[in-house]
């Protein structure tokens, strides 16, 4: 329609054309090639057909036929630079493609950097052909879509889902390992949760209000979850607060953070509870499929696929387990290109076998080998917590090299705040959780008066800085929703369609940092106490700000 419309007195306005167009470089962002992240398939995990990825591109073939938004280039580059790299990995009519080779245009390279969707509870980091994809949940955001008939085991689906699609031909989630006949819907990668049989982890779907038909869309209580980016390191941050409905655990919680540098991603983890005595708590570092002669590798030896695991409890196989860890950093090569450097004091369980699972469309029985690694953090943990280093497209002997000079130092890590400094470039990012001080002397941060995500970049001279900041909470509505509570003050079940705050505006909020030494801006309000500076912003929609500081 914009294609048809455009050049005519009809045609639509600029900024509703430039809104389109921000969708469709977003999607070519986070899919990889044309597959999205299982975790952003909504009530269809299945990892393929039109409901895993983008089936057609003509819509980046219209809208670059379409001009520029503000229609002065008769044909937008950036679009059909998209389309063209889109399509080489595509069944795309050659004449289509040809078009657009004759009026100059070249493929776009593969994108690059770091991608914040806080409206989705989600972030991407990308390089080279590779694809490292994030997402949460919060009391704005539901944790999983379930119906009926699709995703009944879905509800970890965005307990801190980390995904990597980095192989295939073209580059797939079947390729980068990722298949449902199976696959234990326990352990979705970089999820922190609690293993369950299969009768238990099964959605009890209900139709539970007139706004809705039968289907499961659970709310947290937490605020906390975002991303925030670095666009001078092409990096980012993303943190949330997990806690379990009372419909099956509310006893789960657990506090994440991912800290992106390049192509590694430090996970931390704090605050793990469970107060349930019946299952493990486990954190996953992966769960791929195991094609013929693929293996990993762990501590330098091989790990073939042997006898059959079975869904939420692992019996026979071939597993490494390990009680305590030596002094040394445990490391881990899956058999997807990716390595794993898991430091000493943590317990974990790796396994590589056929796996019986069952259909997250009508539960019939499933079958596939799989290579699985986990983080246990036993039965009924109290403040566990977990700390590892996923490694993108790093074999075993690059990634000894990462864990004996890693490029990040742990600064904190607790309930509070996991801080985390690159050392390449000294920025400093910070998950804080809540309103908390640093007492530390170094430390250029002392204190914020509300949750936030945070980095700081001092330049070299020590005379500039610069902050960016993020307030993760979407803020739709403020205090609680008494509705989604019983008379007894616990929370219930709730179709996201029945919240009349699900369209409101996001409600401003202003934040307070102190920042130590005396420093002046223009881009918030600044105010001097002693050897230290008050920083005030007005913060909105969980978006990114900067602040420039002289001193």
């Known amino acids: 329609v914009i294609y048809c419309l455009s050049r005519t007195p009809y045609?639509?306005?600029?900024?509703?054309h430039a809104t389109v167009k921000k969708a469709l470089l977003a999607m070519r962002f986070y899919c990889n090639l044309l597959d999205w992240p299982v975790s952003m398939a909504a009530r269809h995990p299945l990892g393929k057909g039109k409901n895993a990825s983008i089936f057609t591109l003509n819509p980046f073939r219209y809208l670059a036929m379409a001009g520029s938004p503000d229609g002065k280039e008769p044909c937008d580059k950036e679009l059909a630079a998209a389309y063209l790299?889109?399509?080489?990995?595509s069944r795309e009519p050659a004449e289509y493609t040809q078009a657009f080779y004759a009026r100059g245009f070249k493929a776009e390279d593969n994108p690059h950097g770091h991608l914040a969707m806080n409206y989705a509870a989600a972030s991407m980091q990308r390089r080279d052909d590779w694809l490292c994809s994030?997402?949460?949940?919060?009391?704005?955001?539901?944790?999983?879509?379930?119906?009926?008939?699709?995703?009944?085991?879905?509800?970890?689906?965005?307990?801190?889902?980390?995904?990597?699609l980095n192989r295939g031909e073209p580059i797939s989630l079947k390729g980068s390992g990722y298949q449902t006949e199976g696959f234990d819907f326990n352990c979705f990668p970089g999820t922190t949760t609690e293993i369950l049989p299969e009768k238990d982890l099964r959605a009890v779907v209900l139709n539970v209000d007139r706004y809705s038909g039968f289907e499961e869309m659970l709310?947290?209580?937490?605020?906390?979850?975002?991303?925030?980016?670095?666009?001078?390191?092409?990096?980012?941050?993303?943190?949330?607060?997990?806690?379990?409905?009372?419909?099956?655990?509310?006893?789960?919680?657990a506090r994440k953070?991912?800290?992106?540098?390049?192509?590694?991603?430090?996970?931390?983890?704090?605050?793990?509870?469970?107060?349930?005595?019946?299952?493990?708590?486990?954190?996953?570092?992966?769960?791929?499929?195991?094609?013929?002669?693929?293996?990993?590798?762990?501590c330098g030896e091989t790990i073939e696929a042997a006898e059959t695991l079975s869904f939420g409890e692992e019996k026979g196989g071939s597993f490494c387990e390990i009680k305590e860890s030596p002094e040394t950093p445990f490391i881990l090569e899956d058999n997807k290109g990716c390595s794993y450097i898991v430091p000493a004091g943590q317990q974990l369980r790796i396994s590589a076998g056929m796996q019986d699972?069952?259909?997250?469309?009508?539960?019939?029985?499933?079958?596939?080998?799989?290579?699985?690694?986990?983080?246990?953090?036993g039965f009924i943990p109290e403040h566990a917590a977990y700390q590892y280093t996923l490694c993108i497209n790093t074999d075993y002997q690059a990634a000894e090299a990462v864990a004996a000079d890693p490029p990040y130092r742990i600064l904190r890590a607790d309930n509070r705040a996991h801080i985390v400094e690159n050392k390449k470039t000294g920025c400093i990012y910070y998950a804080l959780f809540e309103a908390v001080r640093d007492e530390r002397p170094s430390s250029l941060f002392l204190g914020c008066s509300k949750p936030l995500l945070l980095l700081i970049q001092l330049s070299e001279d020590q005379k500039t800085a610069?902050?960016?900041?993020?307030?993760?909470?979407?803020r739709l509505y403020e205090g609680i929703d008494p509705e989604q509570y019983d008379t007894q003050g616990r929370r219930k079940e709730l179709s996201i369609y029945s919240r009349p705050w699900r369209n409101h505006p996001s409600r401003p909020a202003e934040a307070t940092l102190l920042i130590r030494?005396?420093?002046?801006?223009?881009?918030?309000?600044?105010?001097?106490?002693?050897?230290?500076?008050?920083?005030?912003?007005?913060?909105?929609?969980?978006?990114?700000?900067?602040?420039?500081?002289?001193r």
Request: proline share 3%; hydrophobic share 35%.
């Open 257 to 298: 953070s991912y800290f992106f540098f390049d192509e590694l991603v430090l996970c931390l983890g704090t605050g793990i509870e469970n107060g349930r005595k019946e299952h493990e708590t486990v954190t996953t570092l992966f769960q791929k499929h195991l094609e013929d002669g693929e293996y990993l590798k762990a």
């Open 134 to 164: 994030v997402r949460g949940d919060s009391r704005y955001l539901w944790a999983n879509e379930s119906y009926l008939n699709c995703n009944l085991y879905g509800r970890y689906i965005t307990y801190g889902h980390l995904e990597v």
């Open 357 to 377: 699972s069952f259909s997250p469309i009508d539960r019939s029985p499933t079958k596939g080998r799989f290579a699985k690694a986990l983080l246990s953090h």
């Open 517 to 550: 030494g005396l420093w002046d801006t223009t881009d918030c309000t600044a105010e001097h106490e002693e050897d230290a500076t008050r920083l005030s912003i007005v913060l909105q929609d969980a978006l990114n700000y900067e602040i420039r500081l002289e």
């Open 11 to 16: 045609a639509i306005d600029e900024a509703a």
């Open 466 to 474: 610069t902050l960016r900041l993020c307030d993760p909470d979407l």
């Open 219 to 253: 709310l947290s209580d937490e605020r906390f979850c975002g991303g925030l980016m670095n666009p001078a390191e092409g990096n980012g941050l993303f943190a949330v607060i997990l806690h379990g409905h009372p419909k099956y655990n509310e006893s789960f919680r």
């Open 85 to 89: 790299r889109l399509a080489e990995g």
